[in-house]
């Protein structure tokens, strides 16, 4: 079986990715296959060079993620030309995972982090889809403090996404992320017993 795992940016998927982990699934990570994709020398780091210019490489040839970051979290039209370079790759390395892991895997559950999952069109990739959640002003404060942005930069980042409202209602599998580790460690647990993966 496998499920798609999403939230937003700040809610907490990579706790409930380690939980996940701790129960036994696999754990596919597009943001770990987004940048392996960009690394010096693949084919989506010349074209994100081409589009953006040499600016947002940095000295050693790698990505500049904080120069990008600031291109395409204030410009739309930006944001969609940087992702028509690095989702067709993305969508490559993670199909070519899961089928791997659908073959060769023991384990009874494969899941895939996507953080743009609802946005980049991939629910027909899942069997399921299990949303962490936070409220939207919790999420835009753990944000603001993690990555030590302010209000407005924050704001822009959320507003880059779809709701996490919109996500909740959208969920097939909800972990509100909001309370405890205790309290999301035992959600997790929950949905394990009752799938039967235990």
Known sequence: MNIGLTGGIATGK??????LIKQGAILIDLDAIAREVVE??????????????????????????KKLGTIVFTNTAERKALEAITHP????????RMAYHAEKSSSKLVVVDVPLLYESGLESY??????????????????????????????????????IEE??????ILIDNSGSLVSTEQQIERYWREKGLG
């Open 126 to 163: 899942f069997e399921q889809i299990m949303v962490v959640y936070v409220p939207r002003t919790e999420q835009l404060q753990r944000l603001i403090e993690r990555d030590k942005l302010t209000t407005d930069e924050a704001q822009r980042r959320l507003d880059a996404q779809m709701d």
């Open 167 to 172: 996500k909740r209602l959208r969920a097939d």
């Open 14 to 19: 990579s706790t409930v990715a380690k939980l």
């Open 40 to 65: 010096p020398g693949q084919p989506a780091l010349l074209a994100i060079a081409a589009r953006f210019g040499q600016a947002v490489l940095q000295e050693n040839g790698s990505l500049d993620r």
């Open 89 to 96: 790759a993305i969508r490559a390395v993670m199909r070519d």
